[in-house]
T-cell receptor
Framework: GQNIDQPTEMTATEGAIVQINCTYQ??????LFWYQQHAGEAPTFLSY??LDGLEEKGRFSSFLSRSKGYSYLLLKELQMKDSASYLC??????????WGAGTKLIIKP | GAVVSQHPSWVICKSGTSVKIECRSL??????MFWYRQFPKQSLMLMAT?????????EQGVEKDKFLINHASLTLSTLTVTSAHPEDSSFYIC????????????FGPGTRLTVT
């Protein structure tokens, strides 16, 4: 079967750095996405990785290792507004998007 | 990106009635749209894939006669929750995807349905 694992919840301090991990087992791979979802709102696109390595976009970076079936989202200089759920999703060989359950990130002052 | 709208943003209805939710792709023609449901504190659950001009593809466990999907044009898909019950109360979100890479999905703002 297809499976995506990410921690259910994480807590971090304002101004700090946090890394949210995602591991996947899917039938084929055509890219990995990270989305941010604030409570009561729809998800918004954060990043896309299809090749191994680190993609940096401002305070957010996303890393991919296809051989390990592993990705992480790195958030730097955390702000209170970063409190949200972070969803990892993988596109499989049929271009179906398989969703993780999401990681709820709590930022404390 | 892509701009996706949903209407209504929230709706309260009585048990047994039907509710229609619209999803519009405002800046490109979407041959495929997706409908998700999300219960409080849970992840997104794909309900169905809506294909323009053809029948929707429903995920396992989703009743196609209860959740009617119509994708009549390249910019509009509708989800009708028929004979709604309190357990159908949820956050319904649609998304559109481009058919050229990287196939990311762009989400509408969601519709919160409460059935009393």
């Amino acid at each position: 079967g297809q499976n995506i694992d990410q921690p259910t919840e994480m807590t971090a301090t304002e101004g700090a750095i946090v890394q949210i991990n995602c591991t996947y087992q899917t039938s084929g791979f055509n890219g990995l996405f990270w989305y941010q979802q604030h409570a009561g709102e729809a998800p918004t696109f954060l990043s896309y990785n299809v090749l191994d390595g680190l993609e940096e976009k401002g305070r957010f970076s996303s890393f991919l290792s296809r051989s390990k079936g592993y990705s992480y989202l790195l958030l730097k200089e955390l702000q209170m507004k970063d409190s949200a759920s972070y969803l990892c999703a993988v596109t499989d060989s049929n271009y179906q998007l398989i969703w993780g359950a999401g990681t709820k990130l709590i930022i404390k002052p | 990106g892509a701009v996706v709208s949903q209407h209504p943003s929230w709706v309260i209805c009585k048990s047994g009635t039907s509710v229609k939710i619209e999803c519009r792709s405002l800046d490109f023609q979407a041959t495929t749209m997706f409908w998700y449901r999300q219960f409080p504190k849970q992840s997104l659950m794909l309900m169905a894939t809506s294909n323009e001009g053809s029948k929707a593809t429903y995920e396992q466990g989703v009743e196609k006669d209860k959740f009617l999907i119509n994708h009549a044009s390249l910019t509009l898909s509708t989800l009708t929750v028929t004979s709604a019950h309190p357990e159908d109360s949820s956050f319904y979100i649609c998304s559109v995807a481009r058919h050229e890479g990287p196939y990311e999905q762009y989400f509408g703002p969601g519709t919160r349905l409460t059935v009393t």
